[in-house]
C-alpha cells in the first residue's frame, strides 16, 4: 500500500540516489526505536555523501493498519505491513530493522536470517542467552549481515574515549564505573505490559534494568575496556506487583527495578556498576569513568558533547580535570556536521550507526556490534541475574574478542 503523498518525494530520492546502490530497508515496529532508526536512515545521504549505498525506506509493519500507515506518511515509507512475516517474504526488501519488545527479536531475527536478509537489532540483543544464541546461530549459518543498535559507542566523545584508550594514554587500567539511573516508574500506578509498558513485563522483556539500561553500559565497557570475566550481583524488585494492562489483574512483577554488580575484567581492573529506575531526579543519568596508571576519563550522557580527562603526567601547576569539548572536526564524526563549538545530540548516534552500516557493505567488513557482540553482553546480563539469585559469584563465560 504506497501512499500518494510520497510520490514526490520517491521521485526526488531517485534522482537524488540515481549513482548509489540501494539498501532496501524493511522495519518492523514503531515505537521510541522505529522513530530514532527511520531518522537516522533519513538523514544520513544528507551528512555522508560520499557513501556509496542508500537506505530506501521500503516497508514498515506494525500490527495497527492505521496507526502504521501513519507513521508511513510520516517518516516516508512507500508501502506498509501488519504481519512481519509478510514483510520478511518480500522480494524487494534487503535489510529487516528489528525494532519490536524483546520477546519477538529471536522469531524475527531467525526467520529473516532464512530467508537471507541483513539484519539489525535493537539491544538487547534478546531476553535470555538462549535466544540469543540461537540468533547468534541462524545468522551465522546464514552467512547474512547483522548489527545491534548500541547507539552509544556512536556518540563522538564517547568514540573519542576509544581512541584514548586504545593509545595507552591511560596506562594500565585499574577502574571502570558506570550508572545508568532513572525515576519513571516509582509510581506504584504504573502499570506493566501491554505496547507502553512492556518493559515492566518479564514475559516480553526479559529483564528489567539489567537488559535495559545496563545492557548499555556493559557493552560500552567492554568495547573500551575489554571482557568482564566474572561478576557479583544484588537486584531488587521495589513494588511486587503491579496492574496488567492485557490481563486488567495485579500481577507479580518479574523484573528487577534496580541492580548493583561488581566485576573483574580480563585486564586485571575492577568494575562497578549499578542502574535503578527509581532514582528520584534522574531521567536518564548515563556516566562512566576510567581510572588508569597515568590518567582517567570520565562522561556523561548529560553533557554528551564533553569528555572530561585528567593526566598526572600535566606539570603540577596545571594539573587537574580538563572538559574536552567533542566538536572539532578531527574528533570522531564531527568533520560531518557544524562548526567548531556547535554540539549535536542522542539522535545523531544513530545516524552514526546508519553510516557504518552502509560503509560496512562497501567495505564488506563488520558493523560492529554484531550479534556475536550483543551476544557476549548477553552473558554478562545473565551471569548478572544469576548471581543476584544465587547471592553467589558468577563467571560469564565471555569470549571478548572485538577491538
Known amino acids: ?15 537524488k540516489m540515481s549513482n548509489k546502490k540501494q539498501l532496501r530497508i524493511g522495519l518492523i515496529g514503531t515505537g521510541f526505536m522505529g522513530r530514532t532508526h527511520s531518522n537516522g536512515y533519513n538523514r544520513v545521504d544528507n551528512f555522508f555523501p560520499e557513501l556509496q549505498y542508500s537506505p530506501v525506506l521500503k516497508a514498515v509493519c506494525s500490527r495497527n493498519k492505521e496507526k502504521v500507515q501513519a507513521f508511513a506518511d510520516q517518516w516516508g515509507y512507500e508501502s506498509i505491513e501488519t504481519d512481519w512475516k509478510a514483510l520478511i517474504a518480500r522480494n524487494d526488501i534487503d535489510a ?13 531475527a531467525i526467520a529473516a536470517a532464512k530467508a537471507g536478509k541483513m539484519i539489525l537489532c535493537e539491544k538487547p540483543l534478546a531476553r535470555s542467552l538462549a535466544e540469543s544464541k540461537g540468533m547468534v546461530d541462524a545468522v551465522e549459518k546464514a552467512g547474512v549481515k547483522n548489527t545491534v543498535w548500541y547507539n552509544y559507542r556512536r556518540l563522538p566523545a564517547v568514540s573519542l574515549a576509544k581512541q584514548i584508550v586504545d593509545s595507552g594514554k591511560l596506562g ?27 518493559r515492566l513485563d518479564a514475559e516480553a522483556a526479559g529483564s528489567g534494568v539489567t537488559g535495559d539500561l545496563l545492557a548499555h553500559c556493559i557493552d560500552t ?14 537486584t531488587e524488585t521495589f513494588i511486587k506487583e503491579r496492574m496488567h ?24 581492573s575492577l568494575g562497578l556498576f549499578e542502574s535503578t529506575r527509581y532514582a528520584r531526579g534522574h531521567k536518564a543519568l548515563y556516566t562512566f569513568e576510567i581510572n588508569g596508571e597515568h590518567a582517567s576519563i570520565r562522561w556523561d550522557l548529560h553533557d554528551l ?23 572539532d572536526g578531527d574528533q570522531p564524526y564531527m568533520d560531518k556536521w557544524w562548526v567548531p563549538g556547535l554540539g549535536i545530540g542522542y539522535e545523531h548516534s544513530f545516524i552514526h550507526q546508519a553510516a557504518d552500516l552502509l560503509k560496512s557493505l562497501e567495505t564488506g567488513s563488520d558493523c560492529h556490534p554484531t550479534f556475536k557482540d550483543a551476544y557476549e553482553t548477553q552473558k554478562v546480563c545473565e551471569a548478572v541475574i544469576d548471581s543476584a539469585n544465587s547471592k553467589s559469584w558468577k563467571d560469564t563465560g565471555v569470549e571478548w574478542k572485538e577491538k
Not at 221 to 234: E, H, Q, T
Open 1 to 15: 500500500m504506497v501512499s500518494k503523498r510520497l510520490h514526490f518525494k520517491q521521485h526526488f530520492n531517485t534522482v
Open 96 to 108: 529487516v530493522d528489528i525494532c519490536t519488545p524483546n520477546d519477538m527479536h529471536a522469531e524475527i
Open 245 to 268: 494492562q492485557v490481563t486488567g489483574k495485579m500481577q507479580k512483577v518479574g523484573i528487577d527495578d534496580a541492580c548493583i554488580f561488581h566485576c573483574h575484567f580480563d585486564n586485571g
Open 305 to 327: 558533547n564533553r569528555l572530561e580527562y585528567f593526566d598526572h603526567r600535566d606539570e603540577s601547576i596545571v594539573r587537574g580535570w580538563r572538559s574536552i569539548h567533542v566538536t
Open 172 to 198: 594500565k587500567i585499574f577502574h571502570y564505573r558506570a550508572n545508568f539511573l532513572q525515576d519513571w516508574t516509582i509510581s506504584a500506578d504504573v502499570p506493566q505490559g501491554g505496547t507502553a509498558a512492556w
Open 221 to 234: 565497557a567492554m568495547w573500551l575496556n575489554g571482557g568482564i570475566k566474572d561478576v557479583s550481583a544484588v
